[in-house]
């Protein structure tokens, strides 16, 4: 999100680090160039987020998990 993306350059110019900042969907994609490394801010089931927010098994399906883990991967390969 846009939000994120502020956050991590403000976050990148408190510690004196440069990155090249890009927002865009990932599948669609092309770089010129390859990058040395890549943060990626994947879609999430929030499984991992039960204890806080314990609505979360209600609210998602396992189809709703293995769409997700299907567009992860996608996403990283």
């Known amino acids: ?3 994120r993306l502020a956050r991590l350059k403000q976050n990148l110019d ?4 440069t990155a090249d900042l ?3 969907d990932l599948l669609d994609y092309r770089p010129a160039e390859l990058f040395d490394a890549v ?3 994947a879609p999430c ?3 991992g987020t039960v204890r806080r ?4 098994p209600w609210t998602k ?3 709703d998990v293995e ?5 992860q991967r996608r996403l990283l390969a």
């Open 45 to 47: 089931s929030s499984t």
């Open 61 to 63: 399906t396992m189809a």
């Open 67 to 71: 769409k997700l883990a299907a567009l």
């Open 1 to 3: 999100s846009k939000n």
């Open 22 to 24: 890009v927002q865009t």
């Open 53 to 56: 927010h314990p609505d979360v």
């Open 39 to 41: 943060l990626l801010d």
């Open 14 to 17: 408190r510690l004196g680090l």
